[in-house]
Structure formats: structure tokens, C-alpha cells
């Protein structure tokens, strides 16, 4: 009886048996090659959203980037563009003069869109800490000390001032209520607001040095 031929296939001339180790050799070759394929796609198209982000880049940080010219126009020109048909092929080309970054321009163009990113949170953050600040040194003598600890530079004259001020313009506690029970805010003087600016101003000088820890504030009693 005839010996059934092995299953299998040529390579260049060699027959590969299957389920050989040379079957299994190629196998994986080839499967790291789609793996390859597959990462190059992945890229490619991260890239081309990078590109697309970079769109709604502000002009100081895009200036500082200091793309290529040509990633310049074609970005510009991708703005311009509203047909839906003409704006994909042009993001397409975009993606394409991405590809040609090195890693410390793409690096660059994904901070500073982090950076734009974290400026509203910032702000916020920023505008909490110094309601909060005013609030407690309007409230608690103890706070201006706490104050005085974490911003020795401020100007304490001025800030003595505006506290005085801003408790002597307050209501007192009982037309306060009566006032917020008739659907009514409680007054504030100027010196209420101008606290607020100059905890604000001091608090953001400090964040353009350092980042403000959020637990950097007074402790409520």
C-alpha cells in the first residue's frame, strides 16, 4: 500500500512539511510581520490624530513648537478646508508630514497640547484655593498667619487692610439670613472682591513657580 504523502508546501524550492519545526518557523515569522504591519497602522494613525489635535492648538504654543513649513501650511490649509471629503484627504497628508517628525517634535506637540489641556484646570483649581483663602481669613484670625507661612512676600499691610474692611462691610448674621430667606444674596463690599484679586494674583505667581499642592490651604474649624 502507498505511503500517504506528507501535507505540506514549497518555499523556494523546499518543501515544508506541516507541523514541522521549519512549519512552525515561518508561521511565526509571518505572524510577527502582521504584528509589525499592525503596529505601523497603529502609529501611523496616532500620528495622523496628533495632527488633527494640533488643529486646536493655541498660537503661542504652536509657534513654539516650530514645525516644518510645510506641516505648517498643510495645517493651515486643513483649517480652511470645511468639506468633509477634502478635510479627510488633507488630515490624510497631514498625517503623512507627521510621520516625518522625529520623537522630540512629536514629544513637543503632545506636551503642549497637555499644557493646554491643564490651563482651564488650573484656573479652576486656582480660583477655589483663593475663594477658600478669603473665606477663612474673613472668618478666622488664625488663617492670616497660615497665610503669612505659606506667602511671606505678600504685602501683609494691604491684606490687613481688605480683611478689616471686608468684615466690617459683611451683614450681620441675622439680616444675612433674613435676606437669604427672601431669596436674596448678602451684600458684599469692594473689599470682599479686591481680597478675592489679591489672593488670586498671589496664588498664581506661587503656581507660575511651583505647582500648588491642593491641600495647601486652611483648615476649616
Known amino acids: ?43 501611523s494613525d496616532e500620528l495622523q490624530d496628533l495632527g488633527h489635535d494640533l488643529l486646536t492648538l493655541r498660537s503661542d504654543l504652536f509657534e513654539r513648537l516650530q514645525l516644518p513649513e510645510t506641516l505648517v501650511l498643510a495645517l493651515a490649509e486643513a483649517r480652511r478646508i470645511t468639506n468633509f471629503e477634502g478635510k479627510r484627504r488633507q488630515m490624510q497628508y497631514v498625517g503623512k508630514l507627521m510621520r516625518k517628525l522625529d520623537e522630540d517634535a512629536v514629544q513637543a506637540a503632545r506636551d503642549a497640547l497637555a499644557e493646554q489641556r491643564s490651563g482651564p484646570a488650573r484656573e479652576t483649581l486656582l480660583l477655589h484655593q483663593a475663594e477658600h483663602w478669603r473665606d477663612q481669613l474673613i472668618a478666622h484670625d488664625q488663617a492670616l498667619a497660615e497665610w503669612i507661612a505659606s506667602f511671606p512676600g505678600a504685602d501683609m499691610q494691604q491684606l490687613r487692610a ?49 505647582p500648588i499642592p491642593p491641600g495647601e490651604e486652611p483648615a476649616d474649624d
Open 162 to 210: 481688605l480683611i478689616r474692611q471686608a468684615r466690617k462691610d459683611a451683614l450681620p448674621e441675622r439680616e444675612a439670613a433674613a435676606a437669604q430667606s427672601h431669596g436674596q444674596a448678602p451684600r458684599k463690599g469692594r473689599a470682599y472682591r479686591d481680597l478675592f484679586t489679591l489672593l488670586r494674583t498671589q496664588l498664581a505667581e506661587a503656581a507660575a513657580q511651583a
Open 1 to 43: 500500500m502507498p505511503r500517504k504523502p506528507k501535507k505540506g508546501y514549497f518555499v523556494k524550492g523546499q518543501f515544508i512539511a506541516e507541523g514541522s519545526e521549519l512549519d512552525l518557523q515561518l508561521k511565526a515569522e509571518l505572524k510577527g510581520t502582521d504584528s509589525s504591519k499592525t503596529d505601523l497602522k497603529r502609529e
